[in-house]
Nanobody
Framework: QVQLVESGGGLVQTGGSLRLSCAAS????????VGWFRQAPGKEREFVAA????????SYAESVKGRFTISRDKAKNTVYVQMNSLKPEDTAVYYC????????????????????WGQGTQVTVSS
């Protein structure tokens, strides 16, 4: 079992930065890929970024590439996403998820690849 808790969301102005954290419990978390997804009001949940088990591989949605950076601290069992140059269209509930059945070295982009999800944290970017 893996339990995920997101934190770090909030209200920020356009151009600002936030760092989201995904803290995990469960002994297998450190061996699994982890992803971030987001869901804006009235829209489908979409992929944001993913990181392999050791941080050696990362993957980003085109819309956030160059602005967001995903990383993980295995000692703290935590995955982060640093979000810079935020735009109003980044406003959404952000979720982290763990993919316990996928290859450890992979960076899955599909929601169905992930089997454990956090409760989400709200990010609001004002114009």
């Amino acid at each position: 079992q893996v339990q995920l808790v997101e934190s770090g969301g909030g209200l920020v102005q356009t151009g600002g930065s936030l760092r989201l954290s995904c803290a995990a419990s469960g002994r297998t978390f450190s061996m699994n890929p982890v992803g971030w997804f987001r869901q804006a009001p009235g829209k489908e949940r979409e992929f944001v970024a993913a990181i392999s088990w050791n941080g050696g591989s990362t993957s980003y949605a085109e819309s956030v590439k160059g602005r967001f950076t995903i990383s993980r601290d295995k000692a703290k069992n935590t995955v982060y996403v640093q979000m810079n140059s935020l735009k109003p269209e980044d406003t959404a509930v952000y979720y982290c998820a763990a993919a316990t059945t996928m290859a450890a070295w992979s960076t899955p982009r599909g929601q169905s690849d992930y089997d454990y999800w956090g409760q989400g944290t709200q990010v609001t970017v004002s114009s």
